[in-house]
């Protein structure tokens, strides 16, 4: 069956470390998103891309950065990791003009800064 | 600045009764409007979509309302079940490509007692 995956699924890391996240997803997606979820903010959009190699700051993108090879994959990197990047973070996919644009999320990556 | 705006106290309910959630938004003309249900531990779930020409919409117990002159939704979960005990999200989005992107609010925590 065709989904969508991250890892890892928790991460511990110090301050000032270069830090990646995994995305990826089998569904052929053009679009695909990185979302950080905090107490009291909800879900909040980091980066975004609509196909391969468009990538798109959204709202809280500072200290991150997306690039886009292919259509399965969307790798999040922290340059250089804040405490205040202490997050769960998740990715999301939908195909482009989708039914109904439904977002297509996955497990989530817990990330601690010490 | 767009607002959107969930109960953020949890909403707690007897089995069999009717659980209703508000989303409401400022500054934000939405094409459409999503709800989703996230598990703990887990990434958000699609439930339903309204578009702004669509007062109502149902599937099986759920249904969901979109007055775009008050700027709100409501979220009906009817006979309510221990199983819908979760963290149910709305999220708005615009018209067109940037449809794609979505506005989430910041969940209210829903927990049906037996």
């Known amino acids: 069956d065709a989904e969508i995956t991250q890892s890892p699924r928790h991460k511990i890391t110090e301050t000032g470390r270069q830090v990646t996240l995994a995305c990826h997803q089998t569904?052929?997606?053009?679009?695909m998103f990185w979302y950080r979820q905090d107490l009291g903010h909800g879900l909040r959009l980091i980066h975004y891309?609509?196909?391969?190699?468009?990538?798109n700051k959204g709202e809280v993108s500072d200290g991150y950065s997306v690039s886009r090879s292919n259509t399965e994959d969307l790798p999040l990197t922290l340059e250089s990791a804040a405490s205040s990047q202490t997050s769960v973070y998740f990715c999301?996919?939908?195909?482009?003009?989708?039914?109904?644009?439904?977002?297509?999320f996955g497990p989530g990556t817990r990330l601690t800064v010490l | 600045s767009q607002k959107i705006e969930q109960n953020s106290e949890a909403l707690n309910i007897q089995e069999g009764k009717t659980a209703t959630l508000t989303c409401n938004y400022t500054n934000y003309s939405p094409a459409y409007l999503q709800w989703y249900r996230q598990d703990p531990g887990r990434g958000p779930v699609f439930l339903l979509l309204i578009r702004e020409n669509e007062k109502e919409k149902r599937k099986e117990r759920l249904k969901v309302t979109f007055d775009t002159t008050l700027k709100q939704s409501l979220f009906h979960i009817t006979a309510s079940q221990p199983a819908d005990s979760a963290t149910y999200l709305c999220?708005?989005?615009?018209?067109?490509?940037?449809?794609?992107?979505?506005?989430f609010g910041g969940g209210t925590r829903v927990l049906v007692k037996p």
């Open positions: 569904w052929n997606h053009n679009n």
């Open positions: 891309s609509y196909g391969v190699q468009d990538t």
């Open positions: 999220a708005l989005a615009p018209e067109g490509a940037a449809g794609n992107k979505l506005t």
């Open positions: 999301a996919s939908n195909p482009p003009r989708g039914k109904c644009n439904e977002q297509f």
